[in-house]
């Protein structure tokens, strides 16, 4: 996305900035390498998890919450990589490792942390719904993606405090667009913020892709119609009003959305909102227990 009122001085000193930005925790770091590894075994994965006891519990919680509906109690991480699998376990470490580095932001003024953690965990259970449903073998990937798509704002609201209360200000008295906003306030969008981190943290080229490009998926580069998902999750989350971006009312789209998923097998359009909405509100409610582990975990950081 261009925009004439692109300062580049302000895009040099946003890049100069996100060079600082805390860094993935170690076990983490190792475990998005295993990723790439298909000798990995479970073993391994377990072995390393099992160094990080925060990990550890936060993910058994998870494992034996009443989303999985286990009707034995699992009590190690080995047992959890039986019953959840490998990827599942991956991303789940993964959505629980982010959220401790992005804990102690600040809720700038028009900005509020935990709703928009509940935005992202909700874009996570979208997009990982809209996968299963497309029959993508990627769901964990759609989940952690949905989670992370708007992770530059994030960045923002700890780094660019009083920028993003002006985006968010503008965006209030003008006409809304929250993507204009940011070009004219900042230079630059919360997607390329995001990206930035997400290609230092050495995030998996799909999910940096859709950090990127989630309000413009026809401009992705690795799979649009992956990027697509992730899109229409997060409109899904706008319309259903399930926690905050930060934005007023949804993000804009267009008919190059629709036509990504021409030749799909199971196509979407505009027509299909209304029913997905429907089928998205199910399935949050079921989630409710996966999203509030973190909130519960960390409740001392919301005031
Ligand atoms: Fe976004
Ligand atoms: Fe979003």
Redesign the pocket.
């Known amino acids: 996305m261009t925009d004439k009122k692109t300062n580049p001085d302000r895009i040099r000193k946003v890049t100069q900035s996100v060079m600082d930005l805390p860094t993935l925790p170690t076990v983490v770091a190792k475990m998005l390498q295993m990723i790439d590894n298909q000798r990995t075994s479970a073993d391994t994965l377990a072995r390393l998890i099992s160094t990080d006891q925060a990990l550890t519990a936060k993910l058994l919680k998870l494992a034996n919450s009443a989303y999985y509906g286990f009707s034995r109690e699992i009590s190690t991480v080995n047992m959890a990589i039986v019953v959840l699998g490998f990827n599942t376990v991956k991303n789940m470490g993964l959505y629980l490792s982010v959220f401790d580095v992005f804990k102690n932001s600040s809720s700038a003024s028009g900005f509020d942390a935990v709703k928009f953690w509940e935005h992202s965990a909700a874009c996570g259970v979208a997009a990982r719904m809209l996968s299963k449903s497309s029959g993508s073998r990627y769901s964990g990937e759609a989940f952690v993606a949905g989670l992370l798509?708007?992770m530059?704002?994030m960045i923002l609201s700890q780094y660019f405090e009083n920028e993003l209360v002006e985006v968010i200000n503008t965006t209030r008295e003008g006409d809304g667009d929250?993507d204009k906003a940011e070009m004219e306030v900042l230079g630059v969008s919360?997607?390329r913020v995001g990206a930035w981190l997400a290609e230092k943290w050495n995030l998996p080229a799909i999910i940096s892709d859709t950090v990127m490009h989630?309000?413009e998926p026809w401009n992705a580069k690795t799979d649009p119609s992956f990027v697509a998902l992730i899109t229409v999750a997060?409109i899904l989350c706008h319309l259903t009003q399930i926690g905050s971006?930060g934005?007023n009312g949804c993000?804009k789209y267009d008919e190059r959305l629709w036509h990504i998923f021409d030749g799909a097998s199971i196509p979407l359009d505009e027509t299909d909102l209304e029913r997905l909405q429907m089928e998205f509100l199910a399935e949050y409610g079921k989630s409710e227990a996966y999203t509030s582990v973190v909130r519960e975990d960390d409740a001392e950081w919301i005031d």
């Open positions: 798509h708007d530059g704002k929250l919360h997607g989630h309000h997060d971006s934005r993000p």
